[in-house]
């Protein structure tokens, strides 16, 4: 199946997850521009140490975003920011998923709606076990 209009363009299902990719990347590199310089101005130094602070562990990925926006995590501005960036670039594919699901049901196309709700339940089962 391909994305394009008859007149040549691209569709707007394209024209979204393009958008949706681009902005999520800088969003990510912005929050890890910011966070390198907080660290660097904390610490003096970019190095990061393996600390207990660095590791997620004990918890599914959606959990863990939960408990960050609850503010469960006393983590110094730059570790928070570097984590939101990190979190941004997961959950960007994840949302380009659920972009495609509602497009593809709201086109009221049964075959592709049931794949990417497939792949959608493939990726969330996914990151609740890790």
Request: aromatic share 14%; hydrophobic share 50%; net charge positive.
């Amino acid at each position: 199946m391909t994305f394009v209009n008859s007149d040549g363009g691209a569709s707007k299902l394209q024209k979204a997850i393009s958008s949706l990719l681009i902005i999520g990347v800088a969003i990510s590199l912005v929050l890890e521009i910011i966070g390198m310089v907080l660290f660097s101005y904390s610490y003096g130094h970019l190095h990061l140490l393996e600390g207990k602070e660095m590791f997620i562990r004990g918890q599914n990925f959606f959990s863990f975003i939960y408990g960050l926006f609850q503010g469960h995590y006393p983590q110094k501005s730059a570790i928070l920011f570097m984590t939101l960036e990190i979190t941004t670039l997961i959950l960007t594919p994840y949302a380009r998923v659920v972009v495609s699901v509602l497009y593809f049901v709201w086109k009221r196309n049964i075959k592709y709606t049931l794949i990417t709700i497939f792949v959608l339940t493939v990726l969330t089962i996914s990151l609740a076990l890790h």
